[in-house]
């Protein structure tokens, strides 16, 4: 069985390192993408892949640079964005959620925090297949599993289930992720 990561999460401090891997906050991105984001996006979460790198042998994802996490709330499902900087990025965007509008959506930061999962283990996650496949078809396969009860960050509390990111054919292609929630 293939290993998943799964992910803590703890509220940020007044003080924290803005380049951490964490849920919601002020994204720390490069500056050159500063004029690419809708006021519909919603910032997910930042992944400092080195951070990942000695949880993931299989290399399914990249151990440097970032990975980052948006939604497009004004679609229905929401509309994924995952981008990948290989860098470090040198721009914090404060107030990045302060925006958006028709959803209740996290300022806070939650940072990250990494351990050994198995592939389906319910929670919050990185890899893997969704927790409770129960489906004919093989499960596809997981970038994020989502899932509001197990932390107190306040995003989609009314979904009993889980929010997926989930890969398209190829695993190095972020254009093909697409956002499915299964409700319990």
């Not at 519909?40 to 080195?50: A, H, N, S």
């Not at 399914?60 to 964005?81: E, I, K, W």
């Not at 959803?103 to 319910?122: G, R």
């Not at 969704?130 to 009860?149: G, K």
Request: some cysteine; aromatic content about 14%; charged content about 25%.
């Amino acid at each position: 069985m293939r290993k998943a990561i799964g992910i803590h999460v703890t509220k940020a401090r007044d003080t924290y390192d803005l380049g951490a891997s964490k849920f919601f906050g002020a994204p720390t991105i490069p500056g050159n993408w500063l004029d690419t984001f809708g006021e519909d996006e919603l910032f997910l979460c930042q992944i400092r892949c080195r951070d990942i790198a000695a949880l993931d042998p299989e290399q399914q994802l990249p151990h440097t640079g970032y990975l980052y996490l948006f939604l497009n709330v004004n679609h229905s499902p929401y509309q994924p964005r995952v981008r990948y900087f290989d860098g470090e990025p040198d721009t914090v965007v404060d107030g990045f959620n302060d925006e958006v509008e028709g959803i209740a959506c996290p300022t806070d930061a939650w940072l990250m925090s990494f351990s050994e999962a198995e592939e389906d283990a319910e929670g919050l996650r990185l890899l893997g297949i969704p927790a409770d496949w129960s489906y004919a078809e093989p499960a596809p396969a997981v970038l994020l599993q989502y899932d509001p009860l197990a932390s107190d960050m306040g995003f989609l509390d009314s979904l009993d289930g889980y929010g997926y990111f989930l890969f398209g054919a190829r695993k190095d292609d972020w254009t093909g992720i697409c956002y499915r929630e299964e409700r319990s």
